[in-house]
């Protein structure tokens, strides 16, 4: 894949902050997706509790079949301090370094964090969907902000994630028995098609396949570098 720069990454807490109000206003949460999806990414970042090597993985499967298609890697120091809510000045570098080896952008990615669920409304989904510019969506495991009632325990019993006024996405259970997921838009997508495609890439587990099977690889990554000799 082909990625343009967006902003530089060398920047200061309060920097960062100001610069996701700025980058929010162009998230669009309208669905771009092809006609056919047929290719469905999922992203996860594995690293040490307080190290600063991260490791990232992307893995491709084809949709609606879920069949592995294409996966990539990366590692990198990073040195941004972990602030709550703007985890992907830590981990979008090393994410970015994986999509550059991968030979072609998928249809739609699904990310382990937030989509627009986010205090600025911008999430680890809607940052990568806009350095990208491919469609996104946040699939996370906690809240990170906003109220919600309880959600059906049934698999596909949903209710609304709302701030005040705004609704940012969808408490989704995406297993019979399990806790929900914190489903919004990345970006270039809307919050009905994007729980449509996390119901339709979950099967037997809570996370969505491709989710899973960057989460496995990126956390193989991180086990075979600390299996190397010093």
Not at 28 to 36: I, Q, R
Not at 161 to 188: A, F, I
Request: glycine share 8%; proline share 9%; aromatic share 6%.
């Amino acid at each position: 894949m082909i990625i343009s720069d967006l902003h530089p990454w060398n920047l200061a807490p309060r920097d960062a902050a100001a610069l996701q109000r700025q980058l929010a206003a162009q998230v669009v949460v309208k669905d771009h997706l092809p006609p056919e999806v047929r290719q469905v990414a999922g992203v996860d970042v594995s690293y040490k509790k307080h190290g600063k090597m991260f490791f990232a993985a992307v893995s491709v499967l084809s949709f609606p079949d879920l069949e592995p298609l294409s996966r990539a890697t990366a590692q990198g120091l990073s040195e941004f301090p972990y602030i709550p809510g703007l985890l992907s000045f830590r981990e979008l570098p090393i994410v970015l370094e994986a999509f550059r080896r991968l030979p072609q952008a998928p249809d739609v990615i699904l990310v382990d964090g937030q989509g627009i669920a986010h205090p600025r409304r911008l999430g680890l989904a809607s940052h990568l969907g806009l350095w990208l510019g491919v469609p996104t969506i946040g699939c996370a495991k906690s809240r990170l902000c906003g109220e919600h009632p309880a959600p059906g325990k049934d698999k596909g019993d949903a209710v609304p994630l709302r701030d005040g006024e705004d609704t940012l996405g969808t408490v989704l259970t995406t297993r019979t028995g399990t806790r929900p997921l914190y489903v919004s838009p990345g970006h270039l997508i809307d919050q009905r098609r994007a729980v449509e495609i996390t119901l339709a890439c979950c099967r037997r587990y809570r996370q969505p396949e491709p989710t899973r099977s960057a989460h496995l690889l990126s956390n193989e990554l991180r086990r075979a570098a600390a299996d190397l000799p010093s």
